[in-house]
C-alpha cells in the first residue's frame, strides 16, 4: 500500500508540473530505496523485456537499509538498464562504498539472462546508475568552515579534487568507463532541515562530536 500510495504522489507532483499522462511499466522498492519506470502512452508498446531486482549491502549484505534497486527494458530492440544504490554512509568508509558497488554490479540480475555471466556494465546499451553514493570530501574536519566558505564562493572545481568518488574513478576502482556530467552546482548534504542555504555538519553524539562535512553524495553516472 505505501508503494502505491507513494506512486500516486509522484505521478501527481508529475501532473502539476506537465500535461503528460504516463503509464507505470514497473518499480521495484528494498526498504526506502525505489526505483519507478513511466512511459508516454504512446511508447507503451515499444517496451519489452522489463526486469527487475535489488540487492542488500547493509550489515553482513542482509538488511535492506543500504544496496540497490535496479530495472531494465527493452526499447524498440535497444536495451536500457536504471540502477539507484544507497551506498554505506559515513567518509571514513570509503572502501566498504567501493565494496558495496561491486556487490551489485555481480548481484543484481538485470536484463538477458544470456548475458548473466557477465556484470551488469557489459549487458546494456545504455545503463543509468543514480542515488546516494555516500563517497565525501576527504578533507580534514578542521577545514569545515572552510569548506562552507569555498561553497559560497562557488569554488567547485577546488573542492571537488578532494571529492572521494572522483580520485576512486580516477584509480579505477570503482564505475570504470562511466561519464558524468561537470559538476557546477553546491554539495547536496549535509543542509539543515527545511533549508538548501545552511550546512548541518556537526553532531552532537554522547561522548563526542561527529562531523560530517559538505559533500557531494548524490549522483548520476552513465555508461553508453
Known sequence: YTTL???DILLRSLSEVTSTDFKLITIQTLWNIRIVVLAKHEHENRI????????????ANTLGNKGAVGASFMFNGTSFG????????????????????LNILRFLMLGDKKLAPFNITHRFTHLFWLGDLNYRLERPNSEAETIVQKIR????????????LTMERREGKVFLFFEEEDITFAPTYRFERSTR??????????????????????????KC
Open 197 to 222: 542555504e545552511k550546512y548541518a555538519y556537526t553532531k552532537q553524539k554522547a561522548t563526542s562530536v561527529k562531523y560530517n562535512l559538505p559533500s557531494w553524495c548524490d549522483r548520476v553516472l552513465w
Open 82 to 101: 536504471f540502477v539507484n544504490s544507497h551506498l554505506t554512509s559515513g567518509s571514513e568508509k570509503k572502501l566498504r562504498r567501493n565494496q558495496n558497488y
Open 153 to 164: 564562493q562557488q569554488q567547485y572545481s577546488e573542492l571537488l579534487c578532494h571529492d572521494q
Open 48 to 59: 519489452s523485456h522489463v526486469c527487475t531486482s535489488s540487492v542488500k549491502t547493509g550489515i
Open 5 to 7: 500510495f507513494d506512486l
